[in-house]
């Protein structure tokens, strides 16, 4: 098969996507301090919700602040912080502010590699916490891209493209163990496929979302040659169906985004790559 050259519009447009995914914070948005550093931001709403648990008689926090137009967290331990940012989930939780809850941990890693708290994932994004997620282009080198189709009952983004596996990396895992786990749940591939993977790079997205939260998060990427008769079979209920496409389809669709914005980033890179 002839090697499809991509055009120089559609390289254009590509790149842009690329350079535009990580945005400035919504004006509207209030910071949470961590130290002299800036952790995250939050919502109008979700600021007056934890000044009022706060000034409740019954609350225990000793270690979460709210000052004039910000939140302080103190620079204690991880497991103080820790215990304490999951007391303050439960009340968001209790009260409908917290949207998505997954029964599933994130760690804040800060940028000397350093763990300084873990949290519900959803907390994360009502916080505009920096995340970690990984995404796996799975390909078959005769120019053929497969994109699964995330579930209708997804919380995020149900019915669009992504990644044939993407997922966020949860607390205690390395990059690797998230790779492998949602390379078998999404798409049942085991192990003996996993020599051929190769890391590429990483790419830190930033944008404010429909619910006014921020979506923080850098996404470690991935290489995975598929063999042409390998057919993904999803095994954790999270995808709807998987698509075998040409690079120049697969070109159309992240421009028409049919892709999910997170997934949009990776494949563009992946094309601008490829083609």
Same mark, same amino acid.
């Given at each position: ?45 979700? !600021?007056?919700?934890? %000044? ?7 609350? %225990? ?20 912080? &820790? ?15 917290? /949207? ?19 949290? /519900?994932?959803?907390? !994360? ?17 005769? %120019? ?53 993977? %190769? ?29 042409? &008769? ?16 040409? !690079? ?28």
């Amino acid at each position: 098969m002839p090697t499809y050259k991509m055009d120089l519009n559609s390289r254009s447009a590509l790149t842009e996507i690329i350079e535009t995914s990580f945005r400035s914070v919504p004006i509207d948005l209030l910071p949470v301090h961590y130290g002299d550093q800036i952790f995250g931001y939050v919502t109008p709403t979700i !600021f007056l919700a934890i %000044q009022k648990f706060l000034e409740g008689d019954q609350q %225990q926090l000793h270690f979460v602040h709210c000052a004039v137009q910000k939140i302080i967290l103190d620079e204690v331990t991880p497991h103080q912080l &820790s215990i304490e940012l999951r007391i303050l989930a439960e009340y968001l939780r209790e009260i409908h502010l917290l /949207e998505g809850w997954r029964d599933e941990e994130f760690s804040f890693i800060d940028e000397h590699s350093h763990e300084r708290f873990r949290v /519900e994932r959803s907390f !994360f994004r009502a916080f505009g916490f920096h995340s970690r997620a990984v995404h796996i282009n799975g390909y078959i080198s005769g %120019q053929q891209l497969w994109l699964a189709r995330r579930s209708h009952s997804k919380h995020v983004d149900p019915n669009l493209l992504d990644n044939i596996t993407a997922g966020g990396v949860s607390a205690n895992e390395t990059l690797l163990n998230s790779v492998v786990r949602e390379l078998k749940e999404e798409a049942g591939i085991l192990t003996d496929l996993i020599y051929r993977l %190769q890391p590429i790079s990483s790419i830190t997205v930033r944008r404010g979302l429909m619910n006014s939260s921020l979506h923080h998060e850098t996404l470690y990427t991935y290489d995975l040659e598929m063999p042409t &008769s390998f057919q993904p079979q999803n095994l954790d209920h999270e995808v709807s169906e998987f698509l075998l496409v040409d !690079f120049e389809e697969a070109i159309e669709l992240v421009l028409k985004e049919e892709l999910t914005i997170d997934a949009g980033v990776v494949t563009a890179d992946f094309l601008l790559r490829h083609c």
